[in-house]
């Protein structure tokens, strides 16, 4: 009798190895469906799964089935009977002696195969869990059981002895007041720790994350964060001993934001100010001719707007200067703005006074938020197309999977 080529097929494709073999493969051209039967050797013994005992004996078996990868777009099932094994060493330890046995193709307790499960991590980093859920034909509430699953497991396998350098930030997980707290290895350019939430305590739980895999808070060097007290006091009480470098971004922003309140109140005076709001905000390098051409215009009518607006430009210089010169610049800029006699860019002189020792800080760290900036867009994205998320945990658990590089150990 020939052998059917698919059993040889879906045993070298699924990696089945002995005592496993494929029994059978079903093709149903009506139902689109592929059915692939595993069986073992009935002279088989099974490692236990608790213990180091090699030949345990099968106490019995339960019909199972998984689902695995759509094979020339059938869908494609796997099914086996699962054994369950008596081992005699549990049994002597730990008084429980039935156990199910380890399988190659799945986790216990899952309905997939391992590599159904990868394909879908895959997606997953890719689009909006409905549209996993969609293009697999699973329910999104599957979908995220798999990756909470994964995420989970790779989290607990972390190990963060080696991180010296920090950046924390919060982000908004819907609209209104959910905030997610995101602390991140600035080195090593991962996501370490996402919590709902944001303050001080966030800052404190990290803590202790950080410890429970391994991490030294006292060997944290540097944090680097936006100016709010809030996180200020949570990065003095968990890393003592780190310095605190205030991001870029949030200083810059500081400014932009003084130079739009300038140019609000002026524009009831000087209409033509209307919609030039992003005009002052953006890099002037990404402006195109004619808007360039317009902001030429404005700033050359002796607005407050353009005044603002240049105090602004000249403290993007500071990054420019070399470290012995930061400070006198700073100074020189601070005297500049406070004699401004704008009210919103002398606020913004005073705060960034205030901060200066953690924003001089930067000459010597070298550090900022720009790995949980480029997140933020990524989650804004990913929210846009997702309609939101339905749980910061689900935030929470993409953030992982996009960001943390976690090692699954699944085959792909
Ligand atoms: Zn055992």
Redesign the pocket.
């Known amino acids: 009798m020939l052998r059917d080529p698919s059993i040889d097929l879906f045993t070298r494709t699924l990696g089945i190895t002995e005592p496993w073999f494929v029994e059978k493969v079903d093709f149903s051209h009506e139902d689109r469906r592929i059915d692939i039967k595993i069986n073992f050797r009935e002279s088989a013994k099974f490692p236990?799964p608790?213990?180091e005992?090699k030949n345990?004996e099968i106490y019995d078996t339960k019909e199972r089935t998984w689902r695995h990868l759509d094979c020339f777009q059938y869908a494609t099932y796997l099914h086996a009977r699962m054994p369950r094994v008596w081992?005699h060493?549990?049994t002597r330890i730990r008084g429980a002696g039935v156990?199910t046995v380890l399988l190659d193709w799945a986790r216990p307790g899952s309905h997939f195969t391992l590599f159904f499960e990868s394909y879908v991590l895959t997606l997953a980093r890719e689009m909006p869990v409905l549209a996993v859920a969609r293009i697999v034909g699973e329910s999104d509430d599957r979908i995220w059981n798999i990756i909470h699953h994964y995420v989970d497991e790779a989290r607990e396998k972390e190990d963060f002895s080696d991180v010296r350098k920090l950046a924390v930030d919060e982000t908004a997980a819907t609209r209104g007041h959910n905030y997610v707290t995101i602390a991140a290895d600035s080195e090593a350019k991962r996501v370490l720790f996402a919590t709902p939430g944001k303050g001080a305590d966030t800052i404190a739980s990290f803590r202790e994350d950080f410890v429970a895999h391994n991490g030294d808070p006292d060997k944290i060097e540097v944090v680097s964060c936006d100016m709010s007290p809030a996180f200020i006091q949570g990065t003095h009480n968990a890393f003592p001993s780190a310095k605190i470098t205030f991001d870029k971004f949030h200083v810059s922003k500081l400014l932009g934001d003084a130079v739009d309140e300038v140019r609000r109140n002026e524009q009831k005076s000087h209409p033509e100010l209307k919609r030039s709001r992003y005009l002052w905000l953006m890099n002037p390098s990404r402006l195109k001719a004619e808007q360039q051409n317009f902001l030429n215009t404005l700033s050359q009518q002796h607005l407050k707007a353009a005044k603002a607006y240049q105090i602004r430009m000249n403290f993007a210089q500071l990054w420019e200067q070399p470290k012995d010169f930061a400070e006198t610049f700073l100074k020189k800029w601070y005297f500049w703005a406070t004699h401004s006699r704008l009210g919103p860019v002398i606020r913004a002189a005073k705060t960034i006074r205030k901060h200066k020792e953690g924003i001089l800080s930067w000459f010597d760290t070298h550090v900022n938020n720009a790995i949980i900036e480029s997140l933020n867009s990524l989650i804004q994205a990913a929210k846009r197309r997702a309609k939101g998320y339905r749980s910061s945990r689900n935030l929470v658990a993409i953030i992982y999977l996009l960001l943390s590089k976690l090692d699954f150990g699944l085959p792909t």
Do not use: H
């Open positions: 236990c608790a213990c005992s345990v081992c060493d549990c156990k």
